[in-house]
């Protein structure tokens, strides 16, 4: 049932895009190494993969006055992780974006509404979930080689068990400085808050339920949403937590030609529930895009 | 005989100017690197006679294609009326904020074609509202004596009357018109070369941009 919300929500999106005008087609190969992708705060079980995607994305923009331009935009995705074949996954995302620009020119600011629905089928089934996200972003460029934006989001993922079942929001800010032509450095920082799933050896979570880190751990991870999951190993779980992460990230991307780049990426994650229990992520990713 | 022979004089007095053997003046423009410069305007304006009036030029367009537009720069004659001929796939939102000439055209789907005339001298700076990496400059002078250089960084100028000219280079990264005073002799071939001191080249980034980890 909830799959087919999805699907109606990137038909509809179809729908839309066939009356279109415009189009553009991109695709984007990625390589990531994550360390801790498992998202395990005992730091002798972390385990560490590496990601390849392949997304392909079509876009069709449409200008309503001189201060609007609608995009849609319908992205394709294929996921492999390595060495976790349960955590490959597919997925389709519908999105629509609302730009005001407040005035002519580059250094005009923007504010951008996008809505974004989208399915993810992973091998999984249980971590098979919708995908809507609300956000808005505010954009300054401020010279020809310098910009700066700032993103609020509301995301919520709806799959059929709880534990993969997570609301959160997140306040990002970003910047990106064209140092020379073709090559640009970015960096960004967001938080978020709300809920992501987690995964733990059922030993060790067993013992924090247990009390093993004192009672409020043991307490909170009692009432978190909990189950099996094969994904990393036999004797593992995941669970939702309810937490505070903090992400920061840099990277470099040098364009082979205007429609052509190769962008570098690390980006790291930080997040601590609501027993004080934490754990950290990083992500090195690398990155050829082409648009059409 | 004498009705016959006054119209010949006054015919041969009308014509004169016009058997003198027009000059030519070839800039070749160089960087501070000694490459060849292009997409520099080069105009010479007579500074011994009245100032010569400029006829609009026809044919002139200004393409939008491949989000880029085409060409980069255009030369043109106060009063010309430029075509933009929208030959992409895509809308644009052609505009100008410069003082010659401002104008926007909102919601230009492809396919569409209108004109603007330029009828004020000086730099009209093209751009899309749309697409923020597009740019373009529009040259408006009132001298018909002009020129773009070529990828080999040389303009030739010609049918100059003989006389002095202040010779002005104009180019996107030059921050100041560079100026020279040159005087033509009858049907000379004169050739002057123009050192440049061009700022970097800091266009707003095109290419597309990765994306985050999918936390």
Redesign the interface.
Known sequence: MKSCLGATAILGTLMLTAVAPAQEWRMDATYTWATNLSRTSYAPDRENGALYDLTVAGAWHRQINADWLATTEIDATAEQVHPFPLLDNNSITGEVDLRRKFGLGPFAPTLTFSGKVGYVDYHDPDRSHDNFQLATTLGKRLTESWRVSATGTWNDERASAATYSIRNQRLAVETAWDIFEGCELSAGASRWWGQLTANANEDIFAQAEAGSLGPVVADYYRSVAHEHSNAYDTDWLAYRIDCRADFWWVGASYALNDNTSIPLRYESAYVVNRAQVSYRSEFWSLSVVHRF | MRRVIFPCIAALLVAAPACVDAASLRATLTDAKSKPVEDAVVSATPLDRAKVAAAPLNGVAVEQKNQSFIPYVTAVTVGTSVLFPNDD???H?I?S?SKPKRF?K??Y??GAREAVVFDQPGVVTL?C??H?WMIAYIVVLETPYFAKSGDDGSATLSNLPAGRYRVEVWHPLLGKVATREVTLADGAAASEAFSLALK????????????????
């Open positions: 796939t895509v809308q939102h505009y904020l926007e909102p919601l789907s492809p751009g509202n749309i923020d970097a080249d800091r266009r707003i980034h095109r290419a597309p941009e990765g994306k985050s980890s999918g936390y």
